[in-house]
């Protein structure tokens, strides 16, 4: 019987689609999601810009808050001047004015002293001249200065209280200028004088140099009179007639210069809030270095003809547009694309089931591939572990030799301690007992002064047998010596008093240079003393037979600039074959039971934790000569 045909065999295949129609439909989707980019663009960026003036209405409430705080706060000033009897006084008699005017003077300091922002009190004539002013005391005082052509003044003197920002012409300071007429009753209420406070703008600025977005206030002739980048102030937002500019820089700005950068805004215009290009030398001050748009909304002050006007970059609105159209963009073309890949999921799921006959039978084959793949590879795991079982209790075997050695050298050390303290501590302990004999013998002559400073000695002996219990700790590298200034004559002093008497024994004769406070060195000075000690301990037993017994002590400076503190002796020298040996641990030259060999050995390693050095060699008319290099304290010139 022939074979059934399977469902995979007989299902039908989808007819395929031809090549021009697929390039119709993806250009058709591609469009689609680029009109739904730009609507999306569009609308983000025109809820940005509407968000944009919101927020910048909010900023100009506060900026306006700022500054009318900052002017309602002295507007009081100039009326309550102009109330004042002991200045009406002043206006109206012109031959008592100069007796009058220190007692005014006075009172406008102290009421410019009860507010610290203000720059300057101070009261105007008729004509213009200043009378009286709260910075009388100054060297550059207002006093008799002549203001008559400031337009505050000419509105004032004319009856309307006037504000106005303005430069003085005597300290060269900006500030905010309030005016008020002064009325005399007794004149019908005519006008004797002009009160005005000047008060300063630094806080002001504080608060807008603080801001991060760019703002600015301009006057009624469009310039610039504060503003947040500083750099924008005396600029004008109109270009400005030469005329216009003399005329100000007159009246207004006593000689600054005016207009020389134009920053393109129409105010009038911003009041709607619209769009401006700063360019030039206007965006570089902004730090950007490149042309920008600015949304730029305006607001009167009111009681000014001044305009506010603060700047709100567009850059993150069309990042946020942008953003928002990539989104727009995304999740559109993310839907086209799951369309599509639902019908062709449909196709290839049709074709996969034509495959799965064959995949069934190549996974069969793999099963058993896999199978004898494992297998193997079981058995050279086994292999493996077996190999590292091996290796490990080798390192362990290792480790464990490794530490046994480890404690042998300990033992070793500690050996070398022993006796080497059991040598150091000879000489001090041969010391203590003739000292303390010698101080016996003084008291019982009553001579208590030298008993005294034997039993000082004594003492100090002590102590420094306490510090010879671990004399070998620099040999074994275990803790460092401690370093000081130390004046290289004491130790030198105090290892040859405690070997004198053993010296004048063997007829060894000193000769000594190290005189106090020359040599100053950085080294400990008792572990110092007690190299001393070893050295000249073995110059006078180098000595023993000689029929000239002279023992040297001379400092000079090295070549590096260390000390050099030579041991010399006039003994037979060192053999040739044991100057390469002689710092070694146990090694000695002289007979069997003289020495253990540990003093030059520890000598060398106490000098070493200075930073010096410790060299030997003979001398070339006989003996021996050992050489201490110590580091050189550098807080005083030795000689």
Sequence with gaps: MPPV??????????????????????????????????????????SGIQSLRENAGHRLDLLAAAIDNEVTRVTHIPGMLALHPEILDLLRDGEQRAARQPAVNRYLERLAAQHVDSLAVFVMDRRGRVVASSDWILTDNLLGADLSRRPYFQAAIKGAPYRQYAVDGVRDEPGFFFAQPIRDERQDWKIVGVAVMKASIRAVERQWLANEAPALIADGNGVVLLSAPATWRYASLQPLSGEQVDELVRAQFDGRKLGVMSLDIDARAALTGSVVHLSGRAAEALGSG??????????????????????????????????????????????????????????????????????????????????????????????????????????????????????AGKLAVLGQLATGITHELNQPLGAVRTLAGNSIEFLKRGDQQTAEKNLRIVCDLADQMGGIIQPLKSFARKAPATAARVDVAHPVGNALFLLDQSLRRSGVRVSNDCAPEEWFAWCDANRL???????????????????????????????????????????????????????????????????????????????????????????????????????????????
């Excluded at 090549?19 to 025109?46: H, M, N, P, Q, S």
Aim: aromatic share 4%; proline share 5%; net charge negative.
């Design 290 to 407: 490149r042309d920008h748009d600015y949304l730029a909304v305006s607001r009167n002050l009111p009681g000014t003809a001044w305009h506010l006007i603060v700047f709100s970059s567009l850059q993150p609105v069309a990042r946020e547009a942008m953003q928002y159209a990539l989104l727009v963009v995304a999740a559109l073309a993310s839907l086209v694309l799951w369309l599509l890949y639902q019908r062709q999921r449909r196709r290839v799921i049709q074709a996969r089931l034509g495959l799965q006959a064959v995949l069934e039978s190549a996974n069969r084959d793999l099963e058993q591939k896999v199978a004898a793949r494992t297998e193997d590879l079981t058995r050279t795991v086994e292999t493996l572990e077996a190999e590292v079982h091996e290796r490990m209790q080798a390192e362990t075997t290792l480790r464990e030799a490794q530490e046994e050695l480890v404690q």
């Design 529 to 639: 003393q007690q190299v001393l000690i070893n050295l000249i301990g073995n110059a006078a037993d180098a000595m023993h037979a000689c029929p000239e017994r002279v023992l040297e002590i001379a400092p000079s400076r090295a070549a590096d600039g260390r000390i050099a503190l030579t041991v010399s002796d006039t003994g037979c020298g060192l053999p040739a074959d044991a100057l390469d040996r002689i710092f070694e641990p146990f090694f000695t030259t002289k007979g069997a039971g003289e020495g253990l060999g540990l003093g030059l050995a520890i000598s060398r390693d106490i000098v070493r934790d200075f930073g010096g050095e410790l060299l030997a060699e003979n001398r070339t008319e006989g003996g021996a000569r050992f050489i201490i290099l110590l580091p050189a304290d550098m807080g005083r010139a030795n000689s």
């Design 5 to 46: 045909p399977s469902p995979l065999e007989v299902s039908p295949t989808p007819p395929p689609v031809s090549t021009g129609r697929k390039r119709i439909e993806v250009a058709a989707l591609v469009c689609l999601v680029l009109l739904a980019g730009v609507a999306g663009y569009l609308f983000a960026e025109r």
